[in-house]
């Protein structure tokens, strides 16, 4: 794995990246070329990707038809269906998926035993450690150094940073021009969160040249 570096693309899905997508994240738009030009950078440069993404059915206990949006929420990112797709860039890497039921660490290991891999974690909550197998998948890849990027920094971004923070030898960085939140909180205040974690926050322009 080059330089033991990975990059982590947080729910960029058209649910939440696009206007019409049913669960919006306001200004995601925006940043779908920044998005791209991350994957662009790191399957070309012969680093990994690893993804999270939701994938809801109706019985989930996030879904509901009359949402708080704090811990329910309409219909999104359905299994199977297009509002659950990523958005923009993806390259020809093939892609391979970490499904919701527990898996055999040895077939985890297989995912992993390439050179370069893209990797999608999928998931029935906000939280991707809620996957059975995310914190095995982490220990099996082993990075000293993950670049985090997506959506919504104030849920899902909060959710995979502060998950992360919990293996002592991994660096943490957040593309801050990769990222759009609900506006639940300020940003700023998120990022001064995260760098009192010791999580870096630059922009991709300036990661591009010191990875």
């Known amino acids: 794995m080059k330089n033991e570096t990975i990059f982590w693309d947080v729910d960029t899905q058209f649910d939440f990246m696009r206007p019409e997508g049913k669960l919006y994240v306001p200004g995601a738009e925006t940043i779908i070329d920044r998005v791209s030009d991350v994957r662009r950078f790191a399957l070309e440069n012969d680093y990994s990707i690893v993804a999270d993404v939701d994938w809801h059915s109706l019985d989930n206990d996030e879904i509901s038809e009359t949402p708080d949006y704090k811990r329910t929420f309409p219909p999104h990112c359905m299994a199977g269906e297009p509002g659950g797709e990523r958005v923009g860039f993806l390259g020809e890497l093939p892609i391979e998926y970490v499904g919701l039921e527990t898996m055999e660490s040895n077939a985890l290991s297989t995912l992993i035993s390439k050179e370069q891999f893209h990797i999608v974690i999928r998931k029935d909550a906000l939280d991707v450690f809620s996957n059975p197998n995310t914190d095995k998948l982490v220990e099996l890849i082993h990075p000293k ?67």
């Open 145 to 211: 150094k993950v670049v985090v990027f997506g959506v919504a920094l104030d849920v899902c971004v909060c959710c995979v940073v502060e998950g992360l923070s919990r293996f002592d030898d991994i660096e943490l960085c957040v593309l801050k021009d990769a990222v759009k939140g609900l506006e639940v909180r300020p940003e700023q205040e998120i990022f001064d969160q995260f760098r009192r974690m010791g999580v870096e926050v630059t922009e991709f322009g300036d990661l591009e040249f010191r990875i």
